[in-house]
């Protein structure tokens, strides 16, 4: 039996955790690659010791000697910087796992897509961000990008063996985070510890913060904006409190399919390791009695313009989601960091737009450009704020 090679970018976050968990149960069946951190060193160095990774990459430089030490006598070459972590993802590989938090990890996704096998997505922000660079060079490359992200996921489960011309919408699935029944004062005065208790999920801070804002189902309509091309105009969002409807796709015919499972990211991450085939997860059974019922209802805007704001920047094309996407991240680690009032994220956000509108990026060098200035800028608005 051929093993197959996988690479895991982020592979010390939430999602590599998650990845790591279902390769771990089937070892015999995978080589790992590369793993990579930001700066989590040791546990980076246990991972890549269990998996007999072939590299092991600190994106700060700064990490790389705790790194090395703690690799010592392993397999496992040490590396560390921006360049080094691009050289990784470029190493051959049957699958990566982009899950890099943010648009840092734009460059090695891109690294990874250039090998033109295949690319299983969690990292919603490269995709925002990049766009249509994105997408042209997986049409040039000819790489499958196969979405991890549990609605994406769930919609692209929806899509097989239909013909997307008969799609008449596609609707986004929002638990509407932990603040969803929050009157406009409570979210004025909510705190980071309030924001990353996630009702449903267990994730890592910048998401569960996006899921408490709606930024995050915002970001995702950007997301399937670019991976399934059907118009803007056929994206929806509704708000679902218990996240077992993961999305759907409504055919020209009144047929609505939607896919169902547990709030455990292990069930998507399995569908992109196995796809087109499928693998076990220990995940308990969908247990529908015991949930009694399923609700749904719209999003409220006046709340939680996130999603107004990211559907704006799908609109305009070009760089906006760009901006909006660094904004964003640098209003939420100021929010993290007790500098941020919780709604001054989306102000922030709405502020850099109005003043931020550079020309649409041709290539991976301008939307990094792009994203180096909207932060700068970011900063600035939030220090007149
Ligand atoms: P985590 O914060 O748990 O993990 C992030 C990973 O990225 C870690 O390995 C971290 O390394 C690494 N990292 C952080 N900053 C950098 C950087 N500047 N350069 C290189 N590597 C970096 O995030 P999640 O796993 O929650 O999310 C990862 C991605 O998946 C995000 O884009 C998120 O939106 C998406 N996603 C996550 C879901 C979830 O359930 N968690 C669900 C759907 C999508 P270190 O540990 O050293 O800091």
């Known amino acids: 039996m051929t093993r197959r090679r996988i690479s895991i970018l982020g592979a010390t976050g939430s999602i590599g955790a998650s990845t790591l968990d279902l ?15 930001n700066c989590q060193a040791e546990e980076l160095a246990k991972l890549a010791r269990e998996f007999s990774a072939e590299v ?35 190493r051959p590989t049957d699958i ?79 638990s509407g985070g932990p603040f969803r029944d929050w009157s406009a004062a409570q979210l004025a005065a909510a705190t980071p510890a309030q924001a990353v208790r996630h009702p449903n999920w267990d994730m890592g801070a910048k998401i569960s913060v996006d899921s408490a804002t709606m930024f995050n189902k915002g970001l995702e309509l950007i997301e399937a904006f670019h991976l399934f091309p059907v118009g803007l105009d056929r994206l929806r969002i ?14 020209r015919d009144g047929s609505t399919l939607a896919q169902l499972g547990p709030s455990d ?48 920047a799908a609109e305009a094309g070009g760089a906006t989601s760009a901006v909006l996407n660094a904004a964003n991240e640098i209003a939420v680690a100021a929010f993290l960091g007790g500098k941020l ?11 850099l737009l109005g003043r931020y509108a550079p020309p649409a990026p041709a290539s991976l060098d301008d939307v990094i450009a792009i994203d180096a200035e909207a932060r700068r800028r970011a900063r600035a608005v939030m220090e007149l704020a």
């Not at 390769?23 to 990579?36: G, N, S, Y």
């Not at 009032?341 to 989306?346: D, G, K, L, S, V």
Request: aromatic letters at 4%.
């Open 23 to 37: 390769i771990r149960r089937d070892k015999e069946h995978w080589q790992v690659i590369a793993l990579t951190a």
């Open 238 to 251: 509704i708000v679902h409190p218990q996240s077992v409807v993961h999305s759907m796709v409504e055919y």
């Open 56 to 90: 092991a990459v600190v994106a700060d430089e700064s990490c790389l000697p705790t790194l090395r030490d703690a690799l010592a006598g392993a397999q496992t070459e040490a590396m560390g910087g921006a360049a080094a972590l691009v050289d990784a993802a470029a």
């Open 96 to 174: 990566t796992l982009a899950a890099i938090v943010g648009c840092a990890g734009l460059a090695p996704t891109m690294a990874a897509i250039e090998q033109g096998q295949v690319v299983a997505l969690a990292n919603k922000e490269a995709l925002v961000s990049a766009g249509d660079v994105m997408t042209a060079a997986v049409k040039r490359h000819g790489t499958v990008l196969l979405p991890v992200d549990s609605e994406h996921n769930a919609i692209f489960q929806c899509l097989a063996g239909n013909d997307p011309a008969h799609v008449r919408s596609i609707t986004l699935t929002a």
């Open 341 to 351: 009032p919780f709604t001054r994220i989306a102000v922030t956000v709405e502020e």
């Open 265 to 312: 990211m292990r069930v998507p991450i399995a569908s992109a390791l196995a796809w087109p085939a499928r693998m076990d997860t220990p995940c308990a059974p969908l247990d529908l009695a015991a949930l009694g019922e399923l609700t749904f209802r719209a999003p409220d805007e006046e709340r939680f313009p996130a999603t107004r704001l990211c559907r704006e």
